[in-house]
């Protein structure tokens, strides 16, 4: 009867301390989850508006090889079928880690991958991505506006970025699912 009461009393102090456990590691866990999405939405966004001069030769090549195969196609009715994705392979392996493939495919439509490669090639630099504000909207954890200045490798203003980034949690890791970009020239 004693080592029930003995066990009842343990027992009283230990359930308390179990469950405040519980709920801290619990906060923890939430909160150390909202700021990989951060970062993840901070990566992709980095990524798509960032070009180092050989990305954007790299990208015109796979764009004109997808062209050329294209237009061969469309010319002779064949073409060398293994090239025509070559485009849509460069933009996966480049951006793959990052962004889910509905949100590459789309960008890839309204060629938003387009505009830093052409600013690159424009100022004859790598450019990078800097100066990036994120603002989570209201009520939705996983989507953030944003603004961002980008900079040739000189620290020269070439753009601002401004837009909204919606995130997905892609097996275990946080993906971009759809990017709204407006980009003002400086």
């Known amino acids: 009867m004693i080592e029930k009461r003995a066990i009842a009393k343990w027992f009283r102090y230990l359930l308390p301390i179990i469950l405040i456990l519980v709920i801290v590691f619990a906060v923890i866990g939430h909160k150390q989850g909202g700021a990989d ?7 992709a966004l980095k990524r798509l508006l960032s070009c180092t001069l050989q990305q954007a030769e790299d990208f ?52 938003i991958f387009y505009q830093s490669a052409a600013l690159a090639k424009q ?27 980008i900079k040739t490798s000189a620290g020269d203003s070439v753009a ?11 097996k275990d890791k946080w993906k971009a699912s759809r990017i709204t970009l407006t980009m003002i020239p400086s």
């Open 37 to 43: 999405l951060e970062r993840q939405s901070r990566a």
């Open 60 to 111: 015109d090549a796979a764009a004109e090889t997808t062209q050329a195969v294209m237009e061969s196609m469309s010319d002779s009715g064949t073409g060398l079928t293994q090239d025509i994705n070559k485009l849509q392979d460069y933009l996966i392996e480049q951006f793959g880690d990052y962004m889910t493939n509905e949100c590459i495919e789309k960008l890839a439509m309204d060629r």
């Open 123 to 149: 100022f004859d630099s790598d450019i990078e991505a800097s100066e990036m504000e994120l603002v989570q909207c209201a009520g939705e954890q996983e989507r953030y506006t944003f603004s961002v200045e």
């Open 160 to 170: 601002a970025a401004k837009g909204i980034i919606s995130m997905k949690k892609d």
